[in-house]
């Protein structure tokens, strides 16, 4: 097997191919795995010297610099690592946050001259002839390469990502030994990760892989920037193809702040509350409408932009959901903060953190006694760290396990909440999404969603008004919801065919609760009167008495009259 073939030329990832390749050539394999053991060995050392030095408050920015230096000695995988922790201000102290921010656009930069080459041999012409205007010195240098700014001659402002040199033999011989490395500590590990660990790795290497090849970036972001077509929040630069290639990017330039960058977007007149509502609400879109999400979400790829819009940027990292995962992700969030626990374990079958064949009767009081303690006595306790810290316990007791897919979620939801609680220390997660999937809920736009809300509002075959009480509350925090519009289209579903089943249930529940009252008929009717048969009503109310016995049609009957009443007025 030549060199080129699983180093330089193989565009997907195949794990079997390079642990083929290395199996014949394990020098270079242990004298990586060396140089990281020594070198993360060293460093524990320090630590420990100051320890027994009594030097650490001494020492600690030194020993932050060191991990920062260390982390890109190593190269993009270990950066990597050092992006997602530099996210999490709850995790990670002060000092070492410090330093572990510069990971995410404040790296060493290669030699400008390897990078002006790489241009003209992927783009095929001079760069002159390509830009007009190009920086002399790269404007940010990341993981995985580097950014110049520049001008096309046809005038407009680019970014042009131009990949480091020798990146993939790098990130292949990591990927191996990380492969190794999780086939080998798998059992010993106290967490169940799943059943082998070494699929969450060839997740990550499948997403590392793509991440390198800038045309499969550039289709990423047309995608995206679709999927938010209608959203003026959220900017997505243009790709310019004629300028962009497998090794270099080029893209529209975009002004802007950094999330982290506290005071720069309160100077510009930001409102960093509304910067997060915009990152977290985008996100759960994301997640749980387009099911095309950005897998790599660090501050050095979201900016805060002067006109108050998310620019998002980098989109090598990203990953599809199906439509059967999106809805059962807004189940799981629902059934979470309605502590619906024994729905909530069969949530997780179907996204795969228990087998089908699990007995999860056992496992239902687990869930209760520890993720009801995490949500606290109020929804706005809730944060994804304290579930994260929880469920910790639960996947040590109960054969939980990690799809490898959803080590890419996660991910995302850490460094998204992350990046929130840095512009506000007190950040509540739920705080924003379960507003978001109750006012989804509640305008119904899809059939699936309709099903959703008929299994949040009923339960055991009664209607649960507290819960839809909960949801219109959730739902009116925001200042952009309005409950008429949403009653008005509710009320349109309850009289079409497809509702008829919910409009008789309704009709019971009111009765039988005494909650109906003229004033709240004509209130009701008033709001669908211009678009609604009113033989409609008539047919629905029939149908009603038609299945009850005699006793409850005199109980109820005075209220169905009501309804009809104002019906065949109109």
């Known amino acids: 097997m030549s060199l080129q073939t699983p180093i330089q030329n193989n565009r997907r990832y195949d ?10 050539r394990p020098w270079l394999a242990w004298a990586r795995a060396l140089n990281i053991i020594w070198s993360f060995a060293a460093f524990i050392f320090s630590l420990k010297w100051d320890e027994w030095q009594n030097q650490v408050e001494q020492n600690k920015s030194k020993r932050a610099a060191q991990l920062r230096q260390l982390l890109t000695r190593l190269g993009p995988t270990f950066i990597k690592v ?61 993981s995985l390469g580097q950014v110049y700014r520049g001008r096309l001659h046809t005038g407009e402002e680019v970014a042009v990502k131009v990949q480091r040199p020798n990146l993939r033999p790098v990130i292949t011989l990591d990927l191996y030994l990380m492969r190794w490395a999780a086939g080998w500590l798998a059992p010993w590990l106290p967490l169940n990760l799943g059943h082998d660990l070494r699929l969450i790795v060839d997740e990550f290497g499948t997403k590392l892989f793509e991440e390198i090849d800038y045309l499969n970036e ?23 193809w004629r300028y962009t290639s497998t090794r270099v990017l080029t893209l529209e330039w975009l002004n802007g702040f950094k999330l982290t960058d506290t005071q720069r977007v309160k100077e510009a007149g930001l409102d960093p509350e509304a910067i997060i509502e915009i990152g977290v609400t985008s996100g759960l879109q994301q997640l749980l409408e387009h099911g095309f999400f950005h897998a790599d979400p660090h501050p050095g790829n979201l900016f805060a932009m002067p006109d108050g819009r998310m620019g998002y940027i980098d989109f090598g990292m990203m990953d599809q959901l199906d439509e059967n995962i999106k809805e059962t992700l807004v189940d799981a969030v629902v059934h979470l903060v309605n502590k619906d626990y024994n729905d909530l374990a069969k949530d997780y079958v ?11 009767r056992p496992i239902v009081p687990a869930l209760e006694a520890t993720l009801g303690n995490a949500i606290g006595k109020n929804v706005g306790d809730f944060n994804f760290k304290t579930i994260t810290d929880q469920f910790s ?25 992350g990046i929130a609680l840095s512009l506000n220390p007190n950040f509540k997660i739920v705080e924003v999404a379960y507003p978001y999937v109750a006012r989804r809920l509640l305008t119904g736009e899809s059939p699936q969603l309709r099903r959703r809300l008929l299994d949040v509002l009923f339960k055991d075959g009664k209607f649960q008004w507290q819960r839809l009480e909960n949801l219109i509350a959730i739902a009116r925090t925001d200042e952009n919801f309005d409950v008429l519009p949403t009653a008005k289209l509710g009320l349109q579903y309850l009289l079409s065919d497809e509702g008829k089943y919910l409009w008789r249930q309704l009709i019971l529940a009111l009765t039988e609760d005494d909650r109906l009252h003229t004033e709240e008929v004509q209130s009701l009717w008033n709001l669908v009167k211009d678009d609604l048969k009113p033989n409609r009503l008539l047919d629905v109310a029939i149908g009603v008495l038609t299945d009850l016995s005699k006793q409850r049609v005199a109980a109820i009957l005075p209220s169905v009259t009501a309804i009809t009443t104002f019906g065949m007025k109109r």
């Open 15 to 24: 794990p079997d191919e390079i642990a083929s390749y290395y199996r014949y």
């Open 82 to 142: 050092g992006q997602a922790l530099s996210t999490r201000p709850d995790l990670v102290r002060k000092d070492f946050l410090e330093e572990l921010v510069k990971l995410q656009d404040q790296l060493p930069p290669f030699d400008n001259a390897i990078a002006y080459q790489l241009i003209e041999t992927e783009l095929g012409r001079p760069v002159k002839e390509i830009y007009s205007e190009l920086s002399p010195s790269p404007v940010a240098a990341a």
């Open 218 to 240: 550039g289709r990423n972001a047309e995608k995206f920037a679709t999927n938010f077509r209608n959203d003026p929040r959220v900017k997505v630069p243009a790709i310019y």
């Open 350 to 360: 179907k996204l795969g953190f228990l087998t089908p064949d699990t007995d999860i």
């Open 393 to 417: 316990e639960l996947m040590y007791d109960y054969p939980f396990r990690v799809p490898a897919k959803f080590a890419l979620i996660i991910r995302s939801l850490v460094t998204q909440e």
